[in-house]
């Protein structure tokens, strides 16, 4: 959210602050078997379990009248390792059916018939109390953890966020965990630690780019920045930051004087690198999918509208089983921070409204309640990410299961922004 980056600028947003970003398995059913003799088509059966944290989900035998469908082979695949599920036997009464492959790390695609859902056309969430907040030490003086990237993978959730202290310095730190009521205990490594990523670097979003087989972190230095690493899990394995752009500090024409919140998806052929600049725009470049993480090219205004309307902290995502992407953009509003939604069918556009207003958002004090026994301890729904469906390039979620990492603070705290005691909070959707 914000640039978290220059005193004077920060000190003139003050009071409206700017996220250091801005300143800065799913199951698998079997195949459907076709008629047997005297017998009812065999059903899909139940999700079998993955070969191996790199594996897919193996698909299991359709049980039906009239016998057993013959299951499909789940194969995930990374870096050029392939995990098989089992094979089921074939129908004693019915034609086997067909089976599915799984492609993914720790995730799967459907071969089968697989439940999807659409997003609603409002959205109301039931809030977590605190679950993550700063951890200091001798050197590392803390006051927020906040602008969390989150994947599920090995069977832990991996976050990388930022973390502000108390001389206003930004940078990031990493942390894992299998549940979230293990999120406060999880021990935190300060990404400063890792050759490369001292001094200002924050506002991450982390993903895997099944092209080259990398993992990518790409991070806020005030232009954007990006790291690769084989193991996400090993903070300290990420190489050293490198400009998306060969100019560095210069982006080209049409960019905002403060770019911050960088986020990268991709579609079937092409990247794209979306943010913001605290001054009610969105952005995009492109470039190829065969080129990236080279080639970024001009950029486009996607969004205009006022200032506190088109903030900061955008997400963007691909919809799981639907030919539709989401946007989000984090707004102000008389009652606090709040996000904003679109769709579209493409991500070049155009955009549609979806749930936009602070009345009426896709998350904001106005439509999220807290869990019981939970106190209201935000009035800002800032700067998060919502769990993905997987964790490749494409950035897919599953409309069926919406749950979003945020940064809130203390209503009654105030000040300079970086000195904001964010800490890191959970929505999940309500059905």
């Keep these: 959210m914000r640039a978290c980056a220059f005193s004077i600028f920060l000190a003139a947003i003050a009071l409206i602050g700017a996220s250091c970003s801005r300143d800065n398995a799913a199951s698998n059913a ?3 078997g076709t008629s047997g003799v005297g017998g009812a088509a065999a059903i899909g059966g139940s999700a079998g379990i993955a070969g191996s944290s790199t594996g897919g989900a193996a698909g299991v035998a359709g049980v039906g009248a009239g ?3 013959a299951s499909g082979i789940g194969a995930g695949a990374l870096g050029g390792m392939i995990t098989p599920g089992g094979t089921g036997g074939g129908g004693t009464g019915g034609v086997g059916g067909e089976g599915g492959a799984d492609a993914g790390i720790d995730s799967g695609v459907d ?3 697989e439940v999807t859902c659409d997003l609603p056309a409002t959205f109301q969430w039931k809030s977590s109390g605190v679950l993550v907040s700063p951890k200091s030490n001798g050197p590392h003086q803390l006051v927020s953890v906040k602008d969390p990237t989150i994947v599920f993978y090995q069977g832990e959730y991996q976050i990388y966020a930022t973390t502000a202290n108390t001389a206003g310095s930004w940078s990031m730190v990493h942390f894992s965990f299998a549940d979230f009521d293990e999120a406060a205990d999880a021990p935190h490594y300060y990404m400063d630690a890792t050759p490369g990523f001292s001094g200002y670097h924050c506002a991450p979003n982390i993903f895997y780019f099944e092209p080259d087989g990398l993992w990518y972190l790409i991070q806020q230095a005030q232009p954007p920045q990006y790291s690769t690493s084989d193991d996400p899990t090993d903070p300290s394995s990420w190489t050293q930051p490198k400009y998306f752009y060969p100019n560095g500090n210069h982006l080209p024409a049409g960019a905002p004087s403060l770019p911050i919140d960088y986020w990268v998806i991709c579609d079937e052929d092409t990247c794209h690198l ?8 969105l952005y995009r470049a ?15 205004t996607v969004l205009m509208e006022g200032q506190f309307e088109l903030f900061e902290g955008s997400a963007h995502y691909k919809v799981k089983g639907r030919d539709q992407y989401l946007t989000l953009v ?3 509003g008389g009652g606090g921070r709040f996000y904003r939604s679109w769709t ?3 991500l070049r556009g155009p955009w549609t409204p979806l749930a936009d207003s602070e009345h009426s958002p896709f998350a ?8 019981a026994g939970v106190s209201d301890w935000t009035d800002d729904v800032s700067h998060g990410e919502l769990i993905r469906d997987g964790v490749d390039q494409t950035m897919t979620i599953d409309a069926c299961d919406l749950r979003f990492l945020y940064q809130g603070r203390d209503p009654s705290s105030g000040g300079e922004y970086s000195q904001l005691p964010y800490r890191l909070g959970l929505l999940t959707l309500e059905k």
């Design 364 to 371: 904001g004090a106005s439509n999220v309640t807290y869990e």
């Design 286 to 300: 492109e470039t190829a999918i065969a080129e990236f993480p080279d080639g970024f090219g001009d950029i486009d």
């Design 274 to 281: 979306f943010f913001t600049g605290d001054n009610g725009r």
């Design 30 to 32: 079997g195949g459907v």
């Design 111 to 113: 071969a089968g018939s």
């Design 67 to 69: 016998g057993i469908s």
């Design 330 to 332: 984090e707004a102000i």
């Design 344 to 346: 579209a069918s493409s």
